[in-house]
Nanobody, 122 residues
């Protein structure tokens, strides 16, 4: 499966963005999807994940209540709605897919998109 992340940009603190992860190739609805981010000089960090059906979602504590992950399998797309953005959310955001259930471990995801830059100004 090939993944294409988009929707990043420059936004002021308190603003919002919606990232998209569009998939092509194999049936995307069979894959759990995760969002990860990497800020300059920092390690890649788990952000959110969603099961193949969309019924189960997971978030890192720092984004709970602000970010929402959801999917539209008819469009082969997973979204990450990011509200109340903070400067510390600035990073390159990646989407990734794996078979079976979603996890918070990047190494367990077999397929990765190219990343989209999110910059939050103070």
């Amino acid at each position: 499966v090939q993944l294409q992340a988009s929707g990043g940009g420059l936004v002021q603190a308190g603003g919002y963005l919606r990232l998209s992860c569009a998939a092509s190739g194999r049936t995307f609805s069979s894959y759990a999807t995760g969002w990860f981010r990497q800020a300059p000089g920092k390690e890649r960090e788990f952000v959110a994940a969603i099961s193949w059906s969309g019924s189960n979602t997971y978030y890192v504590d720092s984004v709970k209540g602000r970010f929402t992950v959801y999917r539209d399998n008819a469009k082969n797309t997973v979204y990450l709605r990011m509200n109340s953005l903070k400067p510390e959310d600035t990073a390159v955001y990646y989407c990734a897919a794996k078979t079976r259930g979603p996890t918070m471990t990047a190494e367990e995801y077999a397929y990765w998109g190219q990343g989209t830059q999110v910059t939050v100004s103070s």
